[in-house]
């Protein structure tokens, strides 16, 4: 049995339909006309303990939507789910004690009050017995560098501290799963990496299930080995990210530093895109020609001083997938 059973979810919202001129705005006033949002159609998917899994999709595609859903916020019109055997919607409050929930534009903190009450008052809202409060949060502080701001009212921390202090706060009850909504959204790039790492850390160490959604592409390449892709409501794809590299990765780009300048610089298998001084950026087909014979044939040529390789970037190629299909 998946921790997590999603079958045949949908979700519709019924949305005013504006009345153009004063004299429809006078009539919306005794008769409102509806129209009906498809957000969410037909989405089935299953996630296994421990995974963690990148659920992408442009804006407006269903993906927080789909979340909602999941933590129990938002009713299906139709459908099934399933978190660890409970129906979210249905037991609210005990589904909330299995959960973790982050969300990037919004806070679950105390605004006015100095960060480490925010976490007292979690702790007696989840009743976390004391011992292991403690533990967890020496654990955070230790990884996430939060005594720095533990006594600063959450109104006053950087966008970077609230975060952090977020996502501690969506862990101290000991969560089976963690749903994760833009939650490096706005940071700098320090920022994000330590979030990576600490996202990487308590899966690793501690087996919470992680759902991710993000614009941020990176975040899926560092942290996910599974992609759920879904646009307008619908599941485009759900199967591993090395998959997608494989099949819409193809082009790549070597970066050969030469010994010299050279004039009219041309290989056969091979587009020059690029050239600056010594160095000559080559974009190549890996199906028609892999590396290794590339460099031969350029070094039987030339002389090479040094040389790297540029894979495709992943936000390329999902946009690929998504102006041009899967196929």
């Known amino acids: 049995m998946s921790l997590i059973e999603v079958n045949h979810l949908s979700k519709e ?24 949002k498809l957000a969410v159609q037909d989405i089935s998917f299953a996630l296994n303990t421990g995974e963690i899994v990148g659920y992408v999709g442009p804006n407006g595609a269903g993906k927080s939507t789909t979340i909602k859903m999941l933590t129990g916020i938002l009713v299906p019109t139709s459908g099934d789910i399933r978190v660890n055997g409970i129906t979210p919607y249905k037991e609210r409050q005990k589904n909330a004690r299995q959960i973790g929930v982050v969300f ?20 007696q809202v989840f009743q976390i017995p004391n011992d292991r409060y403690r533990q967890n949060m020496a654990r955070f502080c230790d990884i996430l560098g939060l005594e720095e701001f533990l006594q600063t009212p959450v109104r006053q921390l950087s966008l970077g501290q609230r975060m952090r202090a977020d996502i501690a706060a969506s862990l101290l009850h000991d ?33 919470v299930t992680v759902i991710l959604t993000t614009h941020d592409m990176s975040d899926i390449e560092k942290l996910c080995k599974r992609m759920i892709l879904i646009d307008r409501g619908q599941v485009m794809y759900d199967g591993e990210l090395a998959k997608i ?16 300048a050279i004039a009219g610089f ?52 999902i946009r690929n997938i998504y102006e041009n299909g899967l196929d």
């Open 104 to 123: 990037g534009q919004r806070s679950q903190l105390w605004w006015d009050l100095p960060t480490i009450e925010s976490f007292e008052l979690l702790r």
């Open 266 to 317: 041309s290989v056969n298998g091979a587009e020059v895109i690029k050239q600056e001084g010594n160095r000559q950026w080559l974009k190549f087909n890996r199906d028609v020609m892999s590396t290794s014979q590339l460099i031969s044939q350029i070094s039987e040529k030339y002389e090479i001083k040094d040389l790297s390789i540029q894979d495709p970037e992943i936000e390329v190629m």
């Open 13 to 36: 919202f019924q949305v005013t339909k504006r009345q153009e001129g004063i004299r429809g705005a006078l009539r919306s006033l005794f008769h409102r006309e509806y129209t009906t």
């Open 245 to 260: 590299k494989e099949k819409f990765g193809k082009e790549r780009v070597l970066i050969i530093d030469l010994e010299e």
């Open 175 to 207: 969560p089976v799963i963690l749903f994760l909504d833009e939650p490096t959204i706005g940071l700098d790039v320090v920022a994000k990496e330590r979030m990576r790492s600490f996202i990487q850390e308590i899966n690793q160490e501690r087996g």
